[in-house]
Each structure stands twice: as C-alpha cells, then as structure tokens.
C-alpha cells in the first residue's frame, strides 16, 4: 500500500476515518493519529499501528467541548476548566459515564478527553459526525511526528493517508487528572500547570 498525502479540505479523509481506517493528521500540538470512536475494529487498527498495549485507553477528541456532557458528568471545577482552556492544549482525565464502548473507557477509573485549537481539526470531527479515538502519531517509545515527512518515516506503507501539514507548538498537551477533587499533573505541555491550578480553585488568572 502507498500511503497517499491529502489536504484538510480532501472529502478522503472523511471516508477513510467512517471507514475504520487510521487517519494521520496535524493539530496545534504534535501529529495525531486516529480513528472513529465507536468502532472496535478501527480501535484493533490504532493499538496495532501504534504497536501500544491494548489494556490503555485512548484520548476522546471531540470536534467541540459541547460534545463533552456525551462521555463525562461535569462537576463546577471541570467545567471552569473546560470554559477556559478548550480549546486548547490540554486533556483532562476525568471519570466516564456509565455505558460508554468498553474499548473507549477499556474499565479504566478516567478517560482523556480533548478538543483541539486546530479548527481543521475540529472541522474534520464535525464532518465525520462522530468524536474520534485520537494518540500522538508515532510507534510506541518513539518520538511524535511534527510533520507530514515525520508522520511517512514511521507509517509510509502502513497508512492510507496522511493529512498534509506541521504542527504548530510542537509540544504535546497537558495532560491533568481531574477526579472528585483532586487534581494531579500527569504531563505537562502548552499550558502550565500553575495556571490549571487557579482556574481549578476559582481563582483568576
């Protein structure tokens, strides 16, 4: 298989993520890889490409944080969260509503959910019509892609299309666990984790 290069605004790309296929493409942090969310099939293909172990859920990207109140109950400290950092560079770790695809929450006690800056890419998730199941675009113990040639050294062949384009931070988001009321810094990237911190107690920034 060559793996072709398309732009954002190729109607391909959609067809390739309805169809369970793995789609790579850029966001405003690092090169993602992903597939629609609520297909075990597609979720095989992503842990298989990824070369990840099964047993860990992947992030919930969702095309806008409207979309959130699908997955996860929001109490008022998440909310503050969400009304000021997503979009954004960030993914909160929250606990999962009941009844969600057992590949999605994989009974995990969280999930990571994120909506992302690049408003190509939430355009993407909107035309698909269905939040996707979205991890950095690289093999497991390797260093994400930042670019459309960075994405083709690790998954030229393996891929039917890659989304043409570079990151734009190049730093991966933060990631934070936000449960009851703890709130614990898992990785931090864009944002600081200071910042998450004040909104997280109603404080201003």
């Known amino acids: 298989m060559k793996t072709k290069l398309c732009d954002f605004s190729d109607p391909e790309i959609i067809d390739i993520i309805r169809n369970e296929e793995v789609l790579a493409f850029p966001t405003e942090t690092?090169?993602?890889?992903?597939?629609?969310?609520d297909s075990k099939e597609a979720f095989e293909r992503l842990v298989q490409i990824k070369q990840r172990r099964p047993d860990k859920p992947f992030t919930i990207m969702l095309a806008s944080s409207k979309d959130i109140d699908r997955f996860v109950d929001l109490t008022e400290e998440q909310n503050r969260?969400?009304?000021?950092?997503?979009?954004?560079?960030?993914?909160?770790?929250?606990?999962?509503?009941?009844?969600?695809?057992?590949?999605?929450?994989?009974?995990?006690?969280?999930?990571?959910?994120r909506v992302s800056a690049s408003q190509n890419v939430c355009d993407m998730i909107a035309r698909v019509g269905k939040p996707m199941l979205v991890t950095s675009c690289n093999k497991s113990g390797k260093n994400p892609a930042l670019s459309h040639k960075d994405a083709l050294k690790q998954f030229d062949g393996e891929l039917k299309i890659v989304v043409k384009g570079k990151s734009v931070s190049k730093v991966a988001s933060t990631i934070v666990l936000c449960v009851d009321e703890k709130l614990k810094l898992i990785r931090e990237g864009g944002i600081p984790f200071d910042k998450i911190e004040k909104v997280w107690k109603g404080e201003s920034l």
């Open 81 to 113: 969260l969400v009304k000021t950092f997503m979009p954004g560079e960030i993914t909160l770790l929250m606990k999962p509503k009941t009844g969600l695809y057992e590949w999605v929450t994989l009974n995990q006690p969280t999930i990571g959910i």
């Open 30 to 37: 690092v090169f993602g890889l992903g597939v629609i969310y």
